[in-house]
């Protein structure tokens, strides 16, 4: 599965959108984006994935660059709740683990 | 709502102790994962089972077993308890394929004393 390059810290304003991005440059034709979040001293959350096409649900939405070698995860009206660890994950479509990089830290403040 | 239970929200054990760790879903997915997480490692995977009775091998098996006899529960076992596998344990499932997120326990925090 190709590797993921995220910053490690990112801040936002309370209501403002949150851009969490994402280099996948090594991505092959059927890997998948996925994005998770872990809130402190809980379990992951799944958010979203995609395959080519821009995504959206209740959640958030997920931008993938045309070349697929980028993306990013957008929270359009970012809350205190929404600070946690964001991490963005490439799979391919076989049944392998997901392996979780150092993701990114959101803090969002008031 | 879909749910993965973990059997115990925090634990102490001693060493060399034999520790299960249980966890159960209620969704009916084919796949089951275990993770430890500590500070500075993230989360790594410990073990992962596709079906019941099959187990693989993830990032860092040594030191535990699984045991997965009905698909809704996927056991973790410390054979003989030591002071570094105290951590973090994340139990999750899916459902088999491309495409479908996982969704994971609240956590154990294991300390071996």
């Known amino acids: 599965d190709a590797k993921t390059t995220q910053p490690p810290s990112m801040d936002c304003a309370e209501g403002r959108a949150a851009n969490l991005p994402c280099n996948h440059s090594t991505i092959s034709g059927n890997e998948y984006v996925y994005w998770y979040r872990q809130i402190h001293s809980q379990g992951p959350q799944y958010i979203i994935h995609g395959l080519k096409n821009n995504e959206t649900n209740e959640m958030a939405s997920l931008i993938i660059t045309e070349d697929r070698k980028s993306s990013t995860l957008i929270l359009p009206h970012a809350t205190l709740r929404d600070t946690a660890v964001y991490y963005c994950i490439v799979k391919g479509s076989g049944n392998t683990p997901l392996v979780f990089g150092k993701g990114t830290r959101l803090s969002v403040i008031a | 709502d879909v749910k993965v239970t973990q059997s115990s929200r925090y634990l102490v054990k001693r060493t060399g102790e034999k520790v299960f760790l249980e966890c159960v879903q209620d969704m009916d997915h084919e796949n089951m994962f275990w993770y430890r997480q500590d500070p500075g490692l993230g989360l790594r995977l410990i073990y992962f089972?596709?079906?019941?009775?099959?187990?693989e091998k993830g990032d860092i098996p040594e030191g535990y077993s699984v045991s997965r006899e009905k698909k809704e529960r996927f056991s973790l076992i410390l054979e003989s308890a030591s002071t570094n596998q105290t951590s973090m344990y994340l139990c999750?499932?899916?459902?088999?394929?491309?495409?479908?997120?996982?969704?994971f326990g609240s956590g154990t925090r294991l300390t071996v004393v």
């Open positions: 999750a499932s899916s459902l088999l394929g491309p495409g479908y997120g996982y969704t």
């Open positions: 089972s596709y079906d019941v009775k099959m187990k």
